[in-house]
């Protein structure tokens, strides 16, 4: 037996005891706790071997640290045995306390298990309480709380004494286990409480990199970059410019925080910046310089969104569009005008005309406004017929509202013709005025297609300067143009083909040569219920009645 009845004896493990416990506080890391736990059951309570295996994340157990035998603690250290295995090794196990003893006589039965071992073959037992080579004792360290959370195991071997341990031996390793596992849990904390530390501070330089990574990308950002308020009184009121956009605005950075995009854009492009979406919007239209003038520029929304109170900012990407817009203009104006008169060109006149027409005609006697563009139609009956005891007409969706151009309801401003012939009645209606050049012919004949052309420039230009502002002239082909004139009556607009006759009939002057041109005019009326071709044709076959009407000698030209 151990001569633990000596006092002294137990006093110097106690000493030991104290000393090596008071270790387990100064280890830095988890790592250095874990070996320190394992060197002080070598150092303190006299064991010559000693093995701390702790619970990993998934259950099983992981040799940590060894401490006796540097050949021992190569071969197992790292190595991990199940979690299975090692319950079925503390439920075998004789209770000491709440250390775990299985004598050499049972281990045999553990041999080919995965929990990692160490142990060495030897003679049997000399005595009872002799030490044999597959004895096992375990301490298992459990966390404080009611809950007893296997925190992991101590594994003690070759007592120095060479002797099962006593009830103060037991005791002694009972208590270095209770407080190994305090020091395990609180090197775990620290350990964990460093880890957040260093992914805290790791987060910060990351933001204060990707604040300032945004702060350079915005501020040097080629095109226009802004931030407005989002939400509130205040929103839409721009926060932020970069230098791209105050440039192209003309406005320094201070001045642009007292707007919001809605001060700045054209009165025109008002519904489509209010019609655009804050995330992910996207439109096209105007914003005023400093100099009066504006800017065609493309804006892309999107939300700068903050996690704890939600969305809070919009970021507006601003791009530069004027160029492409003014080529897109170019090509509207190229494929609706004539490339050499720069008129409104055949499809342009028609599109121009069939906006002004519908499929119903004006109703006869109908009211006709007061003014000298009053060109429309008035229907004085405001109910629809009544035929056996129902409407005659109800609308699809169930309103009784008729169709376009009908009715008391109908919004559209009917085109209407006089109907006194050459004598004016006092109607005021859309003339069209169908002008044929005479003798321009003989003119490419005779001094070829540079002079034709230079005497239609000129044609055009002299047409174009005799009517009024908001009439159209366009080039139908050829020598043919066409007049558009809203509000005129009959007299009026004779008077309009006369003066345009003799606007072209004097001399043009093309490389030193004068030529001259006559013109033919006829003149039709449009009226709804007459499809644009149809207009057209009356007004050409007019022309041509007043060409054949007037004497040769007045058509002559050259």
């Known amino acids: 037996m151990e001569t633990e009845s000596e006092p002294y004896v137990r006093l110097s493990t106690l000493r030991q005891l104290h000393q090596v416990v008071a270790d387990l506080n100064t280890a830095r890391s988890l790592a250095d706790t874990v070996q320190t736990v394992a060197d002080g059951v070598v150092a303190g309570l006299n064991y010559q071997l000693a093995c701390v295996n702790l619970v990993r994340p998934d259950g099983d157990l992981v040799v940590a640290a060894f401490s006796g035998d540097p050949a021992a603690e190569a071969l197992i250290t790292g190595r991990v045995g199940s ?70 195991v101590i594994s003690v071997d070759r007592p120095r004494n060479g002797r099962h341990p006593g009830p103060w031996g037991q005791e002694a390793l009972q208590m ?15 350990s964990n409480m460093q880890r957040a530390l260093i992914r805290l501070e790791r987060e910060q330089q990351a933001l204060r990199a990707s604040e300032e990574s945004f702060r350079q990308a915005f501020e040097y950002a080629p095109s226009g970059m802004a931030i407005a308020e989002l939400g509130g009184d205040q929103h839409g009121r721009l ?17 642009m925080r007292r707007y919001s995009f809605a001060d700045l854009v054209h009165p025109e492009d008002i519904g489509t910046l209010l019609r655009t979406s804050a995330e992910g919007g996207r439109a096209e239209l105007r914003l005023g310089r400093r100099d009066g003038t504006y800017v065609w520029v493309s804006l892309r929304n999107s939300v700068v969104a903050d996690t704890a109170d939600g969305p809070r900012f919009l970021l507006t990407h601003v791009e530069d569009i004027e160029e492409r817009k003014r080529h897109e203009l170019q090509l509207a104006h190229r494929a609706s005008h004539d490339a050499l008169t720069g008129l409104p060109n055949s499809a342009e006149l028609r599109s121009r005309l069939s906006a002004r027409l519908c499929e119903r005609p004006a109703r006869t006697g109908a009211y006709q406004g007061p003014g000298p563009d009053a060109g429309f139609a008035y229907d004085p009956d405001p109910l629809p017929a009544v ?16 169709p376009a151009g009908g ?24 003339a069209v005025l169908f002008c044929d050049l005479d003798g321009f012919k003989s003119i490419n004949d005779r001094f070829g297609h540079h002079t034709g052309d230079a005497v239609l420039i000129e044609v055009a230009r002299r047409l174009t300067t005799g009517v009024r502002d908001g009439d159209t002239v366009a080039r139908l082909g050829g020598d043919e143009f066409v007049v558009l ?20 009939i004097p001399p043009i002057r093309v490389d030193g040569r004068a030529v001259r041109v006559g013109a033919s005019f006829g003149i039709g009326w449009a009226e709804c219920g ?18 054949r009407s007037r004497a040769k000698v007045h058509r002559r030209a050259g």
């Open 387 to 402: 035929h056996d005891g129902g409407y005659e007409h109800e609308h699809e969706h169930g309103f009784g509202f008729e």
């Open 407 to 430: 009715g008391a309801y109908d919004h559209h401003v009917h085109t209407v013709a006089p109907t006194g012939g050459d004598t004016d009645d006092g109607t005021k209606g859309l």
């Open 83 to 152: 979690r299975d295995a090692w319950e079925r090794r503390l439920a075998m196990a004789l209770p000491w306390g709440d250390l775990r003893f299985i004598p050499h006589t049972e281990g045999w039965v553990l041999m080919d298990d995965d929990v990692p071992q160490w142990h060495t073959d030897g003679p049997a037992p000399r005595f009872e309480d002799e030490w044999h080579p597959h004895d096992r004792l375990y301490a298992p360290m459990y966390a404080s709380g009611t809950g007893r959370e296997l925190l992991g």
């Open 485 to 504: 004139a809203d509000g005129l009556g009959a007299a009026d607009a004779a008077d309009l083909a006369v003066r345009l006759r003799n606007a072209i």
């Open 530 to 547: 007459m499809t644009v071709e149809e207009v057209l044709n009356s007004a050409d076959q007019r022309m041509y009645v007043e060409k």
């Open 176 to 190: 270095y286990a209770s407080q190994s596992a305090i020091a395990i849990s609180n090197a775990r904390l620290r």
């Open 239 to 255: 926060l932020r410019t970069n230098d791209a956009l105050c440039r192209l605005l003309g406005r320094p950075a201070s001045v």
